[in-house]
C-alpha cells in the first residue's frame, strides 16, 4: 500500500492567492482528517470525514477554509484567499476506526505551505 | 473545548535510561488514547495506543493510563539516541474527534 498521499509536498503562493491541498487516503480507510501543525499551536484538527461526509468542521479557522471529499479516494482542503498566517504544515491522515473511539491514524507526508 | 497537555519540554535523559512522557486531558468522555513520535520534518507516526485503566507494553514502550486521573503516560526504557523526537499525545473522544496534545521533546544523550 502506498500510504496516504498528499499533493503537493511544498507550495509557496503570494497574500490572496488560492491554494489547493489534495489527499489520498489509503484504500478501505472510512475516516479521513485534516489538520495543520504550527510550533506555537501545535497539530490542529480542522475537519474530519466519515465515510465521505464532513462530521466536525468546528476547527477550521474561517470562512476561508473550505474542504471536500467527493468519494472515498479523494479529498481537498482549499484556503481562498490565502493570509500569511495560513503558513504551516498540513496534514491528511486516515482510520479504519474498526472499534469506536479507537481511530489509529496513519499520516501522510505533509503539505507545507508558506503564503509570502 | 477539549484539551490536551502536555509539557513541552525538552525532557533530556541519559542513553540506556528511562524516559517518561507524561500528558493529560479534560475530556471524561475520552475513550482511546494514543502516542505518536514525530521526528523532525516528517509526519507522526503511531508508536501504540490505549484504551483499558492500566499498562500496556509492547518492547521497550509500556503506556500506562489512569482515566479517573485523566492521565496518560509513556515509558521508554532502554533510552536510544533513535528515540530523539517530539512525542505527541492524541485522545479520541466518543464523537471520534481525534485532539493532540503539543508534544514533548525528547533529547537521548549518548
Known amino acids: 500500500d502506498a500510504g496516504v498521499i498528499q499533493s503537493p509536498r511544498h507550495e509557496v503562493t503570494e497574500m490572496g492567492q488560492e491554494v489547493t491541498l489534495r489527499c489520498k487516503p489509503i484504500s478501505g480507510h472510512n475516516s479521513l482528517f485534516w489538520y495543520r501543525q504550527t510550533m506555537m499551536r501545535g497539530l490542529e484538527l480542522l475537519i474530519y470525514?466519515?465515510?465521505?461526509?464532513?462530521?466536525?468542521d468546528s476547527g477550521m479557522p474561517e470562512d476561508r477554509f473550505s474542504a471536500k471529499m467527493p468519494n472515498a479516494s479523494f479529498s481537498t482542503l482549499k484556503i481562498q484567499p490565502s493570509e500569511p498566517r495560513d503558513s504551516a504544515v498540513y496534514f491528511c491522515a486516515s482510520s479504519y476506526g474498526t472499534v469506536p473511539g479507537a481511530n489509529v491514524l496513519t499520516f501522510g507526508a505533509g503539505s507545507r505551505l508558506t503564503v509570502l | 473545548q477539549k484539551e490536551v497537555e502536555q509539557n513541552s519540554g525538552p525532557l533530556s535523559v541519559p542513553e540506556g535510561a528511562i524516559a517518561s512522557l507524561n500528558c493529560t486531558y479534560s475530556d471524561r468522555g475520552s475513550q482511546s488514547f494514543f502516542w505518536y513520535r514525530q521526528y523532525s520534518g516528517k509526519s507522526p507516526e503511531l508508536i501504540m495506543f490505549?484504551?483499558?485503566?492500566g499498562d500496556k507494553e509492547d518492547g521497550r514502550f509500556t503506556a500506562q493510563l489512569n482515566k479517573a486521573s485523566q492521565y496518560v503516560s509513556l515509558l521508554i526504557r532502554d533510552s536510544q539516541p533513535s528515540d530523539s523526537a517530539t512525542y505527541l499525545c492524541?485522545?479520541?473522544?466518543?464523537?471520534?474527534?481525534?485532539?493532540f496534545g503539543k508534544g514533548t521533546r525528547l533529547h537521548i544523550l549518548p
Open positions: 492524541a485522545v479520541n473522544g466518543m464523537d471520534d474527534k481525534i485532539i
Open positions: 470525514f466519515n465515510n465521505n461526509v464532513p462530521i466536525d
Open positions: 490505549i484504551y483499558s485503566n
